[in-house]
Every structure is written in structure tokens, then in C-alpha cells.
């Protein structure tokens, strides 16, 4: 989406207030898939977290609906991805190993890493890889493949699946509560952003190659200063490139 683009936004706004049912139900399935093996190894639960908490965030979407959603969803994918360890065993994996794109993600060497972390971790794994990004995909398959008491596997997974996406859901309902007055104000002082931005790169850019430069051998004073009278014109550019964004800024 464009700055200048901002009416057609406003537009989607009444349309996905009109559907809120269905969103909610999109959530709730991208939480559900994105934590039951197999599809938790191809779906972005992230995505399905910060849209939601965006929404919310604008008013689209009630926060408490998208909360409960996303929770629930991945509540019960992880206990059904639990059950399925503990009902099929290592054969599930072994299954998996064949399967196409899936297979390459549940190889052997990833899977006694994840077997070893279990190992090592205990119940605690449960918890902990679900905060550890990748792990989280098959660590509730592992607690019912070793079979971990459920009533422990619960106790430690809820509350990390809580945690886990909670994370996204405050940065993203924080972003949509202020999306509107973050884009217009990056509409009228986006040219003076880039001025900025672009100065400063350049400039770190000049400095490291001056820096390599100097290093290279023992440079005399005159040297230096050959170099700098070399380059001056470029560093008034970026100078005034940045002075110039600045100005506009204040």
C-alpha cells in the first residue's frame, strides 16, 4: 500500500467490519494450522497474528474476539499434534521424512536435534520451544511420541502458547492503534526521511572506506588530506543531503 493510496485503505475498512465472522475464522485456523503437524511446518503463524492484531488495533476487529481466537487456535493444534505423537509414535515422523517440501524440514539431523532438546529439557522443552521460533513445530509431537504426561504437557504448553503469541498481538494492536497518524505522517515527511536515511548511509560508506584505506599502510598527513580534498565534494553532498532532511523535520 501507497502514501498516497490511503483512501483506498479507508475504503476496506466497512467491508472486513461487514465480515468479522469470517476473519475470525481465518485466524482461528491460520492459529490452528500453524501449530498441528504437519501444515505448523509450512504455515506462518505470524502472520495470522500481527493481521489480527492489526485489525484490532483500527477498530476493524474486537481485540478480546482476536485474543481468544488466536489462543484457542493454537491451543488445540498443539494438543493435536500431541495426540498424533503419542497415537502414531516415531512412524509419524518416519511418514513425514517422505513427504514432499514437508521432508526436507523433518530430516534426520532436525529431528535428534529436536529428539536432544527434549532429552535434555524434559517437560520444560514443552515451554521453552515454544517461544524458540522452529522447535515449536514438532516439540508437542516429541512430548506424545516420549510420552510426557498430558496434564504436565498442558500445564507447561498453554501457557507458553499465551505467551507466545501475546507477543505479537501487543505489537501489532499497537501498530494498528497508531497506523493512520504513522502513515500520514510518513506521507508528508517521507522525502525528508529518505534525504536523511540516504546521507547517513552514504556517509557510513565514505568513513569505512577511508578507515580501510588508512589501514592499509602508514598514510603521512598530506595523504589524508589528498583523501579528504578528494572526497569533499561528495561529503558536502551527504552533509547537506542530511542537513536539508533535518531542516524539513523540524
Known amino acids: 500500500m501507497s502514501f498516497a493510496d490511503l483512501a483506498s485503505f479507508e475504503q476496506a475498512i466497512p467491508f472486513l467490519q461487514q465480515h468479522q465472522h469470517t476473519a475470525y475464522v481465518i485466524l482461528f485456523c491460520g ?14 503463524g505470524e502472520v495470522f497474528f500481527l493481521s489480527g492484531a492489526v485489525l484490532a488495533g483500527l477498530g476493524v476487529l474486537d481485540v478480546w474476539m482476536v485474543m481468544l481466537v488466536l489462543f484457542s487456535g ?22 513425514l521424512q517422505h513427504w514432499p517440501l514437508i521432508g526436507r524440514m523433518v530430516h534426520q ?13 524434559g517437560a520444560s522443552a514443552v515451554f521453552i520451544a ?18 510426557l ?36 505522517w ?8 529518505a534525504l536523511i536515511v540516504v546521507g547517513l ?15 592499509r599502510s602508514e598514510r603521512t598527513r598530506e595523504e589524508i588530506i589528498q583523501f ?3 572526497h569533499f565534494g561528495l561529503s558536502l553532498l551527504i552533509g547537506g543531503c542530511v542537513f536539508i532532511g533535518v531542516m524539513i523535520l523540524i
Open 201 to 215: 548511509i552514504a556517509a557510513f560508506f565514505l568513513l569505512r572506506r577511508f578507515f580501510s584505506w588508512r589501514q
Open 31 to 44: 492459529a490452528l494450522f500453524e501449530t498441528l503437524i504437519p501444515f505448523s511446518l509450512i504455515v506462518l
Open 228 to 230: 579528504i580534498l578528494r
Open 74 to 95: 493454537g491451543i488445540l493444534g498443539d494438543n493435536l499434534s500431541y495426540w498424533l505423537g503419542y497415537r502414531y509414535g516415531n512412524g509419524l515422523i518416519e511418514r
Open 130 to 147: 515454544r517461544l524458540s521460533g522452529p522447535l515449536s513445530w514438532i516439540t508437542p509431537t516429541l512430548a506424545g511420541i516420549f510420552r
Open 149 to 184: 504426561n498430558y496434564g504436565t504437557f498442558v500445564r507447561f504448553n498453554t501457557p507458553a502458547v499465551i505467551i507466545g503469541i501475546s507477543q505479537f498481538i501487543i505489537l501489532g494492536y499497537f501498530f494498528g492503534s497508531y497506523i493512520r497518524p504513522l502513515l500520514n
Open 186 to 193: 510518513a506521507h508528508q515527511y517521507g522525502p525528508a526521511l
Open 109 to 121: 539431523e532436525n529431528y535428534e536435534k529436536g529428539v536432544a532438546f527434549f532429552e535434555k529439557r
